[in-house]
């Protein structure tokens, strides 16, 4: 699990990272992440970023969303002011690429660098890492778990028991007219978004 004394702020050189994400994929990131009242709380909070299975991840106030990126490395992941990050809604990246990277205890956006905490570890321990800290106990029951919405991010993705489809029966002589088994166990409160997510499969 990610707890504050886990984070550090590394020596220069310690952790080198560099990502390449397209302009209109980080700005989409940037307005999901987006508080809907901006304060001076909102804009001092931490902004989680790492890099897992070529997917940018990132995380601020329970909210995590993921864009591809062009090419990139990033061994473990960083903390660094939200409110930074986001100010590039307003002052709009000139490129049809953005650049992050981060080296040592800076990191920097364009020609922009600020300070930011640093955690250097390989890709699975950042996955395991980002998995505690941001989901619930995964031995509960997945009704007693919200999900991150693949959507607007927020994790607002309630179980839809109810909602699973009758099972249908092997002999049924009319297969092009079955309903489909799993039609959406999820739905997103913030925005009305239904997806199938595979872990509430596991105890039907």
């Known amino acids: 699990m990610i707890v ?9 050189g ?9 302009t209109e994929e980080f700005l989409a990131v940037l307005k999901r992440l987006k508080p809907k009242k901006i304060t001076k709380a ?40 939200a409110g930074v990050v986001q100010s590039f809604l307003t002052a709009r990246p000139k490129g049809l690429v953005v650049t992050l990277k981060v080296k040592g205890n800076l990191f920097q956006i364009e020609n922009l660098k600020v300070p930011c905490k640093t955690m250097q570890s390989p890709e699975w ?9 941001l989901h619930d106990d995964l ?18 993705g309630e179980y ?28 997103c409160s913030a925005c009305s978004y239904e997806w199938l997510e595979c872990d509430d499969l596991v105890d039907e």
């Open 4 to 12: 504050a004394n886990e984070i550090s702020s590394q020596k220069d």
């Open 14 to 22: 310690d952790m080198q990272g560099e990502m390449q994400i397209d």
């Open 42 to 81: 909102s804009l001092a909070e931490d902004l989680y970023i790492a890099l897992f299975n070529g997917e940018a991840i990132f995380c601020v106030r329970g909210i995590q969303t993921k864009c591809l990126i062009e090419k990139g490395h990033w061994d473990g992941y960083i903390t660094v002011n």
């Open 125 to 133: 321990i950042t996955a395991m890492s980002f998995e505690a800290h």
């Open 139 to 156: 031995q509960k029951s997945p009704a007693k778990i919200d999900r991150y919405c693949p959507k607007c991010g927020k994790k607002r």
């Open 160 to 187: 839809l028991k109810l909602k699973l489809a009758q099972k249908t029966l092997i002999d049924d002589p009319l297969p092009s007219k079955r309903p489909p088994k799993y039609p959406s166990t999820r739905k």
